[in-house]
């Protein structure tokens, strides 16, 4: 099994970004796709997730600017990230685990590599 994250990058404070999560090995018609974000310094924390069937869940502070979706027939996730802040400088690591997802990280069976998002002021 492995998931790719890409589409980090540099961005300006109130920019957008897509990331995104190829799974190969699994198939997200039957696993849940979650994110997390490690700001330096801190805690790998939730971000949204994404069950089998589609259902979406977020972290309430994510609420709004973070809306995460999938096409399984790419067999891809992605996490869309509009009005960048700062402190939202972290990398972003996809997960995966069977059918739902849930808030914590070590749930999760299948970890990406992370990609790294930097917002400047």
């Known amino acids: 099994v492995q998931l790719q994250a890409s589409g980090g990058g540099l961005v300006q404070a109130g920019g957008s970004l897509r990331l995104s999560c190829v799974a190969s090995?699994?198939?997200?018609?039957?696993?849940?796709m979650g994110w997390f974000r490690q700001a330096p310094g801190k805690e790998r924390e939730f971000v949204a997730g994404?069950?089998?069937?589609?259902?979406?869940s977020y972290t309430d502070s994510m609420k709004g600017r973070f809306t995460i979706s999938k096409d399984s027939a790419k067999n891809t996730g992605y996490l869309q990230i509009d009005s960048l802040k700062p402190e939202d400088t972290a990398v972003y690591y996809c997960?995966?685990?069977?059918?739902?997802?849930?808030?914590?990280?070590?749930?999760?069976?299948?970890w990406g590599q992370g990609t790294l998002v930097t917002v400047s002021s």
């Open positions: 994404i069950s089998w069937t589609g259902a979406t």
């Open positions: 997960a995966a685990r069977y059918l739902v997802p849930v808030t914590t990280a070590t749930s999760y069976n299948y």
């Open positions: 090995g699994l198939t997200l018609r039957n696993y849940a």
